[in-house]
């Protein structure tokens, strides 16, 4: 049991250059999420999706664009990256409700973006 | 808008002395409130996660106390060994339906502890 994971570790772009980052979580949950974080700005969302052929726009999801593949994975891309896109962007899976589940997120190990 | 605030954002203390870290939270009405730990260039780690109608979570050393209705969370690490030296985050998912599941994060406390 991996939990969530997450590829590539770490990455650096030029200014313009388009990446996906990748997120698979083992634990069969529904919701998936996709942060970013920045010093002195905390963990920010950027997309999220309740269930599978679902995803829906977080708090700053401007430059970005999310695909929920299939239960497991859901994948972020940045289509043109930019220097301000610099951050560690960190994918994270939610328990469900009810008998057992609480709502709690787990959280990949993250991915250090660099764009220059 | 939901904000949070974690105080103090740095702690330094010497290895065995009991510890408090606080979050507040601008309103109360949430559903969890959830702490983790972060390592430097790791992700984060879920220590304790508290619901709504509970007052506190207990975990080995860690305990987590919940005032939902004054806004506040105290985690409290006991006898505290250098193993404990991360950013500790506190977290709250909002009530409401429309949220899904969207945490709202502190900056984060900066704990280190020395031998």
Known sequence: ?116 | KQEVTQIPAALSVPEGENLVLNCSFTDSAIYNLQWFRQDPGKGLTSLLLIQSSQREQTSGRLNASLDKSSGRSTLYIAASQPGDSATYLCAVRDAGGTSYGKLTFGQGTILTVHP
């Open chain 1, 1 to 116: 049991n991996a939990g969530v994971t997450q590829t590539p570790k770490f990455q650096v772009l030029k200014t313009g250059q388009s990446m996906t980052l990748q997120c698979a979580q083992d634990m069969n949950h529904n919701s998936m999420y996709w942060y970013r974080q920045d010093p002195g700005m905390g963990l920010r969302l950027i997309y999220y999706s309740a269930s599978e052929g679902t995803t829906d726009k977080g708090e700053v999801p401007n430059g970005y664009n999310v695909s929920r593949l299939n239960k497991r994975e859901f994948s972020l891309r940045l289509e043109s990256a930019a220097p301000s896109q610099t951050s560690v962007y960190f994918c994270a899976s939610r328990t469900p409700p009810g008998t057992g589940g609480s709502y709690e997120q787990y959280f990949g190990p993250g991915t250090r973006l660099t764009v220059t």
